[in-house]
Structure formats: structure tokens, C-alpha cells
């Protein structure tokens, strides 16, 4: 499975960014999910979305800021990033669960098989 992000950049506070991944394979059988790494910290989860796109999870910290969404047929996953803050900078990165169970949005790292190469947000003015 390979995995391309896409539209990181610059962006000032309280903006809006897309970001998209590209997948390969079977992506309707994955669950997505989106992940973010800032400098210095660890990876932490952002978003997630079932199969079928039905259901979504999303941190506290970007709940209500940020959307997930996922077209089958193009076989991408999108966020959705609005109301930016500083502390929104960092490295995301797509991932897949390739075994995901029908109905599920996982949250936990551990549960993704893959992860794409990553693109840079930077949130400041």
C-alpha cells in the first residue's frame, strides 16, 4: 500500500488548509486516519474514518476545527482544517488499516499499517 499526502504549507492563525492522501490497493477495506508529529513531541493521533466513511473520531484538541472525508472511488482521504492555531504546527501524516473492521475509525497508532511520507503544516504570521 502507498500512501502520498499533499497540501502542507504556510498558513496564519485562524486559517484554513486541505490536505489530501492519495492511496493504493483496496482502499475501500481501509480504515484512515491522519496523524501529526510537531517538533520535539510524539506522534499523536488527529483523525479517523471508517470504511464506508460513516463514522468519524477526532481528538479534543481539533474537534469541531478539523474534518475528515474520504472519496472511495478516487481512493483519497481529505482534512479539513480550519480555525488554524500555532500549535496546530507539525509533520501529518496519513495512515491505513488494512484489516479495519466494517464500521470502525480506530484512534490508536498501533492499529495502522501504513503511513505516508508526511507534509508540513506551519501555522504562524
Known amino acids: 500500500v502507498q500512501l502520498q499526502t499533499s497540501g502542507g504549507g504556510l498558513v496564519q492563525p485562524g486559517g484554513s488548509l486541505r490536505l489530501s492522501c492519495a492511496a493504493s490497493?483496496?482502499?475501500?477495506?481501509?480504515?484512515m486516519a491522519w496523524f501529526r508529529q510537531a517538533p520535539g513531541n510524539e506522534r499523536e493521533f488527529v483523525a479517523s474514518?471508517?470504511?464506508?466513511?460513516?463514522?468519524?473520531e477526532y481528538a479534543p484538541s481539533v474537534k469541531g476545527r478539523f474534518t475528515i472525508s474520504r472519496d472511495n472511488d478516487k481512493k483519497m482521504t481529505f482534512l479539513q482544517m480550519g480555525s488554524l492555531k500555532p500549535e496546530d504546527t507539525a509533520v501529518y501524516y496519513c495512515?491505513?488499516?488494512?484489516?479495519?473492521?466494517?464500521?470502525?475509525?480506530?484512534?490508536?497508532?498501533?492499529?495502522?499499517?501504513?503511513y505516508g511520507q508526511g507534509t508540513l503544516v506551519t501555522v504562524s504570521s
Open positions: 495512515a491505513a488499516d488494512v484489516n479495519a473492521i466494517i464500521f470502525r475509525a480506530p484512534i490508536a497508532a498501533r492499529e495502522y499499517d501504513y
Open positions: 474514518i471508517s470504511r464506508s466513511g460513516g463514522n468519524t
Open positions: 490497493g483496496r482502499f475501500s477495506q481501509y480504515a
